[in-house]
C-alpha cells in the first residue's frame, strides 16, 4: 500500500533570551487525543502551502506571533501515529525570532512559556522525549527519522543526520 501521511508542521518557539519554549497544555477537550499533554504548536498544511508558510500560519492560528526567523531543525515520519493509526508526517521548526504578543490561550489549551530544562519533565507525548533534544539543540544538524507508532506509543525510533554515515 502506497505511503499516503498526513503532512504537518510542528514549531518550538522560543524566548527572547532562548530559556523558554511557548508550549500548548492541551486541556480543553476531553476527547483530543493530546488531552493533558504539552506540545509545540503546529497542524496539518493546507492544499497550495509549502512548509514554511505552513508553520507561520500555524504559528499566527494558535498564538498570534508573526514568526520572523525559523529554522527546519528535522523531518519525523510517524506511520501509525493518528487517532485511527493514520500516519503522520512532520517538520519541525525552531522559531527563534517573532514578534507580536502570544496570546494566553488557543481552542487546544493553554499557551505557556516553559524553561527549556524543564521539558523533558512535563507530560509529553512518549516519543517527544527522543527528539526534542535534537530540536532544541540550537546549532545542531539537521535530522530526519522514523518513529513508528501503535496504540498511542512508540515502537522505535531511528533517525540520521547530515552529518551521519
Known amino acids: 500500500m502506497p505511503y499516503t501521511p498526513i503532512l ?3 514549531g518550538y518557539v522560543f524566548s ?3 530559556k523558554e519554549v511557548l508550549l500548548v497544555h492541551r486541556n480543553r477537550r476531553p476527547d483530543d487525543a493530546h488531552f493533558g499533554k504539552y506540545n509545540g504548536l503546529g497542524g496539518k498544511l493546507e492544499a497550495g502551502e509549502d512548509v514554511v508558510a505552513g508553520m507561520c500560519r500555524e504559528i499566527r492560528e494558535e498564538a ?3 514568526c520572523e ?3 527546519l531543525r528535522g523531518t519525523i515520519s510517524w506511520p501509525g501515529f493518528g487517532k485511527g493509526g493514520e500516519d503522520w508526517f512532520g517538520f519541525l521548526f525552531r522559531i527563534d525570532r517573532w514578534h507580536g504578543t502570544p496570546r ?3 481552542p487546544e489549551g493553554d499557551l505557556v512559556w516553559m524553561p527549556v530544562e ?3 519533565d512535563l507530560p509529553l507525548w512518549e516519543g517527544d522525549r527522543y527528539f526534542l533534544p535534537l530540536v532544541l539543540e540550537k546549532n545542531g544538524v539537521q535530522f530526519h527519522g522514523v518513529m513508528p507508532y ?3 506509543k512508540p515502537l522505535s525510533w531511528t ?3 547530515s552529518a551521519s554515515d
Do not use: I, K, Q
Open 8 to 10: 504537518a508542521t510542528l
Open 16 to 18: 527572547p533570551d532562548g
Open 64 to 66: 498570534g506571533l508573526e
Open 69 to 71: 526567523e525559523l529554522t
Open 104 to 106: 494566553p490561550d488557543n
Open 118 to 120: 524543564r521539558l523533558l
Open 150 to 152: 501503535r496504540d498511542g
Open 159 to 161: 533517525y540520521h543526520t
